[in-house]
Structure formats: C-alpha cells, structure tokens
C-alpha cells in the first residue's frame, strides 16, 4: 500500500526576559523536537491522503503552558511544556508572623480525551515558619478552583524567596493547562483574613543561554525550513514512501 505523508514542524524561540525559565516539546511520526528556551512549537501529520493524521501543540511564557494532541488512526502524537519562576515577595502592613496563599494557581487537563495532565505549584523556597494544621488558608478555596501548593508563612517586611512550577503534557487525544497570576490571600496568626496588606513582587533573574545553545537553535530554524522547502510540492526528492 502507497501512503502519502506530509509533515510539518514550526518553533519559536524567545528570550525576551531573563525572569522565568520555559521548555516545549513535541512528537509526530519522524519529529521529535523542543528543548528549553523555546516558546511555541507544534508538529502535525497526514499520511494516506489525510485518513490519518496527528498533531501536537505546546507553548509556554508568561506565567502559563499549554499542551494539546490529536490523532486519528495508527499515528502517534504528544506535546509537553513548562515553566519554571523564582520570585521575592515582601509583605507590608502588619508586624510579625502571616500565612499567605496564591488565589489565581489553576491546573486543568481534558476530561473528554485521554490523555492530558497539568500541574501547578507556588512554593516557599526558604520557609520561616511551620504552619499550623488548624490555620485557615489550609482550608480556603478561591471562586476559581481549590489551589495548588502549600500554605506558606511569611514575616511582615521581610523578603522571602518563593517558586512557581508549572507543567502540562498531552498524548494521543488531549490537553492540559495551567497558569498562575499575581493574586494572594493574606491571614494573621489568629486567622483574621487581612484587607490592608499591601506587598511587592518581584522576578529574579535567571541565566541567560549560552552563545552555544543560542547558535544551536539558530542551526535547527535552518534545518528545518531547508525540510519544509525541500519538500514543498511540485519537488521531486520528496516521493511518496512505500510501507
């Protein structure tokens, strides 16, 4: 049986800021490709004149990922992204010891399809204080889903060091998502949630690519629009395979 394939793969890599630190990848048949540092990438499939088809998605930047795959007949596809944030928070408006909590730390996968994960998490990098079990951010929900991470303890004017980690990842048919937003719930040590606390947010930077890693990319993006060109249609080194 003659088959017909097509492919196609596109990447886009950006380092427009050094605050956070990405990775994308994705799988068809006869492409693999991703790595850190690269924002978007997709990757799709079509053989016997389009009966079977895969494809695969995954973008990662700005405080979210996304990950998506499809696929019809004997074909395989998956696609996986994250994303990796080291912030210092300072808290105001109070003295002492608080418990903070994310609000806006959401993590959702396909429940139509198998199969798609996500996974979210903010977490204190140099925790000060043990949180109580009976402290009421363990048992506080926001309107927009239970959160991911731990109840996390702070001092009143005093910078701590936290981490966001995101993660989703699709294969055969589905998807996952998750992102975080600069939104907190603040309590005091008698469980009193605060409405006059004010604090600063701040990135820290994190290693820019080296002038290999960035060469390497450049090579790849050559590489593959040699690919995609070569096999345009109307070129004749790009027959049809026999299976």
Not at 49 to 56: E, K, M, P, R
Not at 173 to 201: I, K
Not at 214 to 228: D, H, K, N, T
Request: proline share 6%; aromatic share 12%; glycine share 10%.
């Amino acid at each position: 049986m003659r088959l017909h394939h097509s492919f196609l793969i596109l990447a886009l890599t950006g380092f427009s800021g050094q605050a956070y630190t990405i990775s994308t990848h994705v799988s068809c048949p006869g492409y693999d490709y991703g790595g850190p540092g690269i924002s978007h990438t997709q990757c799709s499939y079509d053989a016997n004149n389009g009966a079977w088809y895969s494809t695969a998605y995954a973008s990662a930047g700005n405080g979210s990922v996304y990950a998506s795959a499809d696929n019809f007949g004997p074909v395989s596809a998956s696609a996986s992204a994250s994303y990796h944030a080291v912030l210092t928070m300072t808290v105001f408006g109070g003295e002492g010891i608080g418990y903070l909590l994310p609000t806006y730390l959401t993590a959702h996968e396909s429940l139509n399809h198998c199969c798609g994960s996500a996974d979210a998490r903010f977490l204190d990098a140099t925790p000060d204080v043990t949180v109580p079990q009976d402290a009421p951010c363990w048992s506080f929900r926001p309107l927009n889903g239970p959160p991911r991470g731990a109840c996390i303890s702070f001092i009143f004017g005093q910078a701590d060091t936290y981490t966001v980690d995101l993660y989703a990842s699709a294969s055969g048919r589905g998807d996952g998502t998750a992102s975080f937003q600069d939104s907190f719930a603040f309590w005091d040590t008698q469980g009193n949630l605060l409405s006059n606390v004010q604090y600063t947010l701040t990135d820290v930077d994190q290693p820019e690519p080296s002038s290999k890693s960035l060469a390497f990319l450049g090579l790849a993006a050559v590489a593959i629009i040699y690919r995609l060109t070569r096999c345009a249609p109307g070129h004749s080194n790009c027959a049809p395979e026999e299976l």
